[in-house]
């Protein structure tokens, strides 16, 4: 009997303190919806008093989008609403890049609309338009004036529209018409695949939309009818896009019923794990996985996962740490929100999440995380990884830093101006694996040069401007001067000779250039791999096994992935002083 009554008042407890918790939950949901009334009605009401008595008319779809959008940028960069005006746009850029259009880029410069890309075997393509070209009418609509965004939406629409440009051509004698019909524009998440040195496979991904993962599976089973030594998958400069499609292509190396990667938030029901679901394409061939400080988020999800299950050795430099997932939700009036619902962790368990947006400084500015808080995990062969700092690749491959002149001659468009130049007077190009810019082009490219404005303010420049500054206030000028007038006129002297310290750099950027006006992103990518430290890396990987093999066994120094550098000073022995 005494058992019996314990385990009765046992229950009573349980029962009582149950009551307790939902009655307590109770209060905190009806403070909360008191708080969210409350909020809304303030809102409300500074609108309607701003609406009706600011002095000037104002625009009221402006000024609730301006609210709503610092509200969002207070939160995160990728939590953000999205108007009516801007679903189309918001479409091609997260999920499908499929459109009615020419298949033409365009940009504004000095109110001038150019004609920026062309994607090779659409309309505009095939019409002769050329990069350079200024359009000066679409439709006999004159765009004088109008912003890119503007010229843009009267390119495209409907397939099988006509669209009517009015084009002028640098040294043309006329203006040139070009009537041209919308096609479907499709912009492939694959821009390139194919063999490249020493018999690998190559795969450049550039975004992770609709489709993405069909598009690497049918550029995977191809390479393999060639028998390659191996697989580059290439997601340098790559964003990212959906989830889903990142699962997809981890799946193609790993078999099925493997983890992927997790995510959790605040609500349980938005939390998943994401397994692969498919019996693979390929388990056994070498895998190497190119990544940079572009790789985000779905990038960061193929590279961590093929990284954590040691089925991949990724080479570049550390990815950009974006380990937030965001979900859409639709609104009235075809609007949406797209919201930070969960972090990501990839299979040993770690979010790569760099920046910690919810604890700010009070200036607003946001940190990387701290050292002292990054964590250790562990691959499925035992190799140490950590958290909250992105992908650190298993081979660093240090990316050059390009020179201030190069930048110059770039910002400045003159190269781009120059390969139009080039292009309208040279009908045809070798192809880009036998054309190579020698003395004679870079030459004429120097006197193309010649008159134009490229000059640059190098950081030593300033340094020595600032200098100047503190020297005279503090009166200590005269007595520097003639070293300050020495180091100034050496600095001089250098800058005249940057087309000829940095010319290598400068023939690399100038050829990559004109391979794009004769064929297009191929061609532009085809040239680079004559220059590509990464895929060099990569090829030297591959072709040495037992050095591939020793990275993802986790043996002698790759034993541990990108140490924290604070962690590993705190594990250093003291030094003792004298």
Request: charged share 25%; hydrophobic share 40%.
């Amino acid at each position: 009997m005494a058992k019996s009554k314990v385990v009765s008042k046992s229950k009573k407890l349980v029962l009582g303190g149950s009551l307790f918790l939902l009655a307590a939950s109770g209060w905190a949901f009806r403070d909360d919806l008191f708080q969210v009334a409350k909020n809304l009605d303030i809102f409300a009401t500074v609108y309607k008093e701003v609406n009706l008595n600011y002095v000037d008319e104002i625009n009221s779809t402006k000024l609730i989008k301006r609210g709503l959008d610092a509200m969002m940028e207070s939160l995160d960069p990728y939590t953000e609403f999205v108007p009516e005006s801007e679903i189309e746009d918001y479409k091609l850029h997260y999920i499908s890049t499929q459109y009615g259009g020419i298949g033409a880029g365009v940009y504004n410069r000095n109110n001038k609309v150019i004609i920026s890309q062309l994607f090779e075997g659409y309309p505009a393509q095939k019409a002769d338009v050329r990069v350079g070209d200024e359009v000066l009418k679409i439709n006999d609509i004159d765009l004088a004036g109008k912003k890119s965004n503007e010229v843009s939406q009267l390119l495209k629409g409907a397939k099988g529209g006509v669209v009517k440009l009015l084009v002028k051509r640098e040294n043309a004698a006329q203006l040139l018409v070009k009537n041209l019909v919308r096609e479907e524009i499709k912009q492939p998440n694959v821009s390139y695949h194919g063999m490249v040195k020493d018999g690998i496979g190559y795969i450049k991904l550039d975004k992770f939309l609709e489709n993405s993962g069909q598009e690497v599976q049918d550029a995977l089973l191809d390479l393999k009818k060639n028998n390659p030594k191996g697989i580059v998958l290439d997601l340098r400069f790559n964003g990212g896009g959906i989830l889903q499609e990142a699962v997809k292509i981890v799946n193609f190396f790993v078999p099925k019923g493997v983890e992927v990667v997790s995510q959790k938030g605040k609500l349980k029901e938005k939390n998943n794990i994401y397994y692969t679901q498919n019996v693979p394409i390929e388990t056994d061939l070498p895998l190497v996985v190119l990544v940079n400080s572009r790789s985000a988020s779905a990038s960061e999800i193929v590279a961590g996962a093929l990284q954590d299950l040691d089925r991949a050795v990724i080479i570049g430099q550390r990815s950009y740490g974006k380990g937030l997932v965001q979900q859409t939700f639709s609104l009235p009036y075809n609007s949406l929100v797209k919201i930070t619902i969960s972090k990501y962790y990839v299979p040993s368990g770690r979010c790569i999440q760099a920046l910690d947006y919810t604890h700010r400084k009070e200036d607003g500015t946001v940190v990387k995380v701290a050292d002292s808080l990054i964590h250790e995990f562990k691959t499925k062969a035992g190799r140490s990884v950590y958290d909250g700092s992105g992908i650190y690749p298993d081979v660093v491959v240090k990316q050059d830093v390009i020179a201030n002149i190069s930048k110059a001659l770039i910002t400045k468009m003159l190269i781009f101006n120059y390969a139009n130049s080039y292009r309208n007077t040279h009908s045809q190009l070798p192809t880009p694996d036998k054309f190579s810019l020698n003395d004679a082009d870079y030459a004429d490219f120097i006197k193309y040069l010649s008159g134009k404005d490229y000059s640059y303010s190098t950081q030593t420049e300033r340094v020595l401007t600032e200098l100047k500054l503190i020297a005279d206030h503090e009166k200590q000028m005269p007595e520097i001067k003639p070293e300050f007038d020495a180091l100034k006129a050496k600095l001089a002297v250098s800058k005249k000779n940057d087309l000829i310290q940095h010319q290598a750099e400068i023939r690399q950027i100038l050829e990559s250039e004109l391979m794009a006006r004769y064929y297009f992103e191929k061609g532009r990518i085809e040239d680079s791999f004559k220059y590509d430290k990464e895929l060099n890396a990569a090829a030297q990987v591959i072709q040495n096994k037992p050095e591939l093999a020793s990275i993802l066994k986790g043996e002698g120094e790759h034993k541990i992935i990108g140490k924290p550098i604070a962690a590993l000073a705190a594990k250093m022995p003291a030094t003792e002083e004298n």
